[in-house]
């Protein structure tokens, strides 16, 4: 599993420029990587022990972005334990909505109650702290990387 599945849940376009800097990063350190920014769970071999790498903005009131809500129908109707899944989840939001960073919020709680393990803490970007959150993702990012040579080794 030394693949690194990175899923993109992203309206404007923001998540997905920090998503993509992420993989600049890991590819770096010789991760192979594989970009979903139209997640699809058939793509997904759930047999397999797998490792995602989820960033998540929130839109609406608390709301999922339009590109993940089909992904997660698609989880909810899995009926197995997500248990050969690993995952590092980063949220961004804006914490002037009382429902900050809610959709990774959601996310993590779900994925925990299908057997899925987090690998390490989430990370919560906001933007009215961080006007270039690819620089906050990319202060983080060399605690995950050595969980992930951890967990593959
Ligand atoms: C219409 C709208 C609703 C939003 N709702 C929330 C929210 O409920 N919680 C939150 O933390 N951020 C919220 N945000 C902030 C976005 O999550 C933030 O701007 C993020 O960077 C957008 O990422 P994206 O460009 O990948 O879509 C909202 C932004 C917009 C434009």
Redesign the pocket.
């Known amino acids: 599993m030394s693949q690194i599945e990175i899923l ?11 998503a993509e800097a992420a993989q600049a990063l890991l590819e770096e350190a010789f991760f192979d990587t594989d970009m979903h920014l139209e997640p699809d769970l058939n793509e997904m071999s759930l047999q397999e022990e797998q490792i995602w790498l989820v ?1 998540l ?7 999922y ?1 339009e590109n993940f809500k089909d992904f997660m129908e698609q989880l909810q109707s899995v009926n197995a334990p997500l248990d050969g899944v690993r995952y590092a989840l980063v ?13 990774a919020k959601n996310f993590d709680y779900i994925l925990e109650e299908m057997g899925a393990q987090r690998i390490g803490e989430r990370l919560e970007i ?2 009215v702290d961080h006007a270039m ?1 690819e620089d906050r993702m990319a202060d983080w990012i060399p605690l995950l990387i050595e969980d992930l040579n951890e967990l593959i080794d």
């Open positions: 993109v849940g992203s309206t404007l376009g923001g998540t997905e420029y920090v960033f903005s929130t839109h609406g009131a608390g709301d972005p949220g961004i939001g804006d914490s002037s909505y009382d429902t900050f960073c809610e959709a906001d933007v959150p």
